[in-house]
């Protein structure tokens, strides 16, 4: 048996119709289509992934944080969505501070949101611009 052949083993050309350059049987035009498509889903997965780690809010509410929105929180009268609006408040603390409210009495000024476990002079201070407190007598 002789194992040397005076023909050389065949390999497919560049110009061969089996072998015409493309990849899963895409013409490189489909490829890089393909390419581009997958491009701008992956930017668009990381963009929403990143709005959505910053953005804990209740679902329906408003996705606007208070200074984006223009607006103040009244806490004495303010619900739970409102609190959450705040940075640093998520459902629990919001509901502490509900309950600390509806036990204690109305707040009478900013700084007696630190009665409430959980807030100190530190959270008050990076929300102080977006909280107010109303006039409690009701005037």
Same mark, same amino acid.
């Given at each position: @048996?002789?194992?040397?052949?005076? *023909? !050389?083993p065949q390999t497919l050309d560049e110009g061969s !119709?089996?072998?015409? /350059?493309?990849?899963?049987?895409? *013409?490189?035009?489909?490829? %890089? *289509?393909?390419?581009?498509?997958?491009?701008?889903?992956?930017?668009?997965?990381?963009?929403?992934? $990143?709005?959505?780690?910053?953005?804990?809010?209740?679902?329906? *509410?408003?996705?606007? &944080? !208070?200074? &984006?929105? /223009?607006?103040?929180?009244?806490?004495?009268?303010?619900? @739970?969505?409102?609190?959450?609006?705040?940075? /640093?408040?998520?459902?629990?603390?919001? &509901?502490? #501070?509900?309950?600390?409210?509806?036990? =204690?009495?109305?707040? $009478?000024?900013?700084?007696?949101? $630190? =009665?409430?476990? /959980? #807030?100190?002079?530190?959270?008050? $201070?990076?929300?102080? &611009? %977006? #909280?107010? =407190?109303?006039?409690?007598?009701?005037?």
């Amino acid at each position: @048996m002789n194992l040397s052949s005076s *023909t !050389p083993p065949q390999t497919l050309d560049e110009g061969s !119709p089996d072998n015409n /350059g493309s990849f899963l049987y895409l *013409t490189n035009r489909d490829a %890089w *289509t393909v390419a581009v498509l997958a491009a701008v889903w992956l930017l668009l997965l990381l963009s929403n992934r $990143q709005s959505a780690a910053n953005s804990e809010r209740i679902p329906g *509410t408003l996705a606007l &944080q !208070p200074e &984006q929105a /223009g607006l103040r929180i009244e806490i004495n009268h303010a619900s @739970m969505a409102e609190f959450r609006l705040l940075e /640093g408040i998520g459902p629990a603390l919001a &509901q502490r #501070i509900i309950d600390d409210r509806d036990e =204690r009495g109305p707040f $009478q000024s900013v700084d007696d949101l $630190q =009665r409430v476990k /959980g #807030i100190g002079p530190k959270l008050v $201070q990076k929300n102080r &611009q %977006w #909280i107010k =407190r109303a006039d409690v007598s009701g005037k």
